[in-house]
């Protein structure tokens, strides 16, 4: 959980700090009964794995990917964009590595303003403790591209069990520690309170997962209609380039292995390898994610598109895969997945909580483009196609409230602080709370801030500083 530092106003104009320090950790709480009232029914209890379970989870692990050799064809990841159709356009949408400081985010160099080279600086901080300033890789199964803003992982085969259909999925995240570690996947202990909207599933010889339902259909065409220039959200019309049914969610409890969850997105489904065979890019994105850049079922590799985003303050770069509206997953090109609607919302750090928040804004700075760098916002994705600089909350190293199931909250400047010149890049959790409780911003449309009713799986992978 966060320690928190919050403001307190008196009606007199007086304030003092308040401490919120958290009295128990994430590990402590999973061996607390529930109390009433609470909106489950029976909390899972995490214990340790048993040797030989853990040895089940390790035929999970594949050697960390390398990127692909040659160069791939990032036409859907152009950082210059020549169409005015880029809201019908299939694929993942520009890299994080845009045209200008509002569409990239990766620090510039330590060396800017000295009279030496780089070279004459030492290792960054976060080489000796991840938590300090520098660069983390935090999901450690492959490599990213800095380059292109990519990340190459492995790609598992897993079966749907009865009819033996093939399914394509990554691994990203895991609610137990030592599987985290082992793989080299993100750790969320809030995880283990998603079990509700997790599909079930059995871990086969291979560490490959055999699925008991969930099936996406990748074939319709994403297609978004922005509103009025200015206003561009709301959209007037959007649908999802991939749509699961009733029983897909990427989440998937290890029935035969102590029910460990994973983050397992499905990048693929009913199709065989020479089907999905794009080594070089040139996806045929009827067939494969929209976030996939390049996939290779000979090597078993996956190179993932990444985005821009920030956590307390530092850029980060992270994956979208999963969306619990059609409307989201039209926006953030993923999948619409329909039981991630049965997570539970509105209730971020509280006991038995799955989520950490994802703060949107609406209406953010956008003239300019990416050559504005207070850039953000959903209408400004929707004016030039680049990604909104969303902020999320806590993070590993930052926090040890990370889940990759992100509950959105839509915020949106009211047109007296436009009017005042206030409005800008909001880059911090407690920096935007802040400004809702001064009145500065509220939900959509004037409403009272808070969730927005749907949820966003988006694994981190890199803290850039």
Known sequence: MKATHRQDRTPLGCSRVRAISPVLTLAAIFSLAVSPGTS????????????????MHARAKRPAATAPTTSLELAATATARTSSSFNSEQGPGPGPI????????????????TTVPLSYFGPPPSDTNRSLVGPVQLLDTGVVDVAHGTITIPLYLGHLKGSGKNVWYVLTDVDDPNVAAELGLNFSAK??????????????????????????????????????????????????????DANYGPLVQIVNAANVIYNAPMVAFDVDANQISFPNGNVDYTKVHDQVVAIDPVNMTVTLNL???????????????DTSSTLGAAIEHNTFAPLMQKILLGHDDSFASPVERI??????????????????????????????????????????????????QLFEWTQDAIDQGFRGQLREEFQILTFVQDGL??????????????????PIVQRLD
């Not at 985005?307 to 895969?321: A, K, T």
């Not at 700075?365 to 959903?378: D, F, I, K, V």
């Open 40 to 55: 489950q029914a029976q909390v899972p209890v995490k214990r340790r794995l048993s040797p030989e379970i853990l040895a």
């Open 98 to 113: 845009g045209p200008g400081p509002g569409c990239n985010l990766f620090p510039a160099p330590a060396s800017i303003g």
């Open 191 to 244: 995880l283990t309170f998603a079990s509700h909207s997790a599909r079930t599933g059995n871990l086969d010889a291979n560490g490959n997962i055999v699925f008991d339902a969930g099936t996406v259909n990748f074939k319709p065409e994403r297609k978004i209609i922005p509103g009025p220039a200015g206003h561009e959200f709301p959209p007037t019309f959007a649908t999802p380039g991939a749509i699961g």
């Open 307 to 321: 985005i821009n985003g920030f956590s307390f303050g530092r850029p980060v770069w992270y994956l979208s895969m």
């Open 359 to 408: 703060f949107i804004s609406t209406n953010g700075p956008e003239s300019g483009g990416c050559n504005n760098p207070l850039r953000q916002g959903l209408s400004a994705d929707l004016a030039d196609g680049f990604r909104p600089n969303n902020v999320v909350g806590g993070i590993p190293t930052i926090a040890l409230d990370y889940s990759p199931y992100w509950d959105a």
């Open 441 to 458: 911003i509220t939900g959509p449309s004037g409403t009272t801030f808070g969730t927005s009713g749907f949820s966003i799986n988006c």
